[in-house]
């Protein structure tokens, strides 16, 4: 699933953030940054969910037919 990708991509979104901040003028934006990675990870984590899900409803499917 796609959303998966995105937990690997949490650390670069971190940096570019922290630029980007930085650029604004804000300082003291590490809170900022981390909720940046934690919402990457979390995007990861909820297409982990969504996977499972889909699996477990395909086998569901199956063992209906088969019966």
């Given at each position: 699933?796609r959303?998966?990708?995105?937990?690997?991509?949490g650390?670069?979104?971190?940096?570019?953030?922290?630029?980007?901040?930085g650029?604004?003028?804000?300082?003291?934006?590490?809170?900022l940054?981390?909720?940046?990675v934690e919402?990457?990870?979390?995007m990861g984590s909820?297409?982990e969910?969504l996977?499972l899900?889909?699996?477990?409803?395909?086998?569901?499917?199956?063992?209906?037919?088969?019966?």
């Amino acid at each position: 699933m796609r959303w998966q990708a995105y937990s690997g991509h949490g650390a670069k979104a971190g940096w570019d953030s922290e630029q980007s901040l930085g650029q604004a003028g804000l300082s003291g934006c590490g809170p900022l940054v981390n909720r940046v990675v934690e919402i990457y990870g979390l995007m990861g984590s909820i297409g982990e969910q969504l996977a499972l899900a889909r699996a477990a409803e395909q086998d569901a499917q199956r063992h209906r037919l088969a019966a």
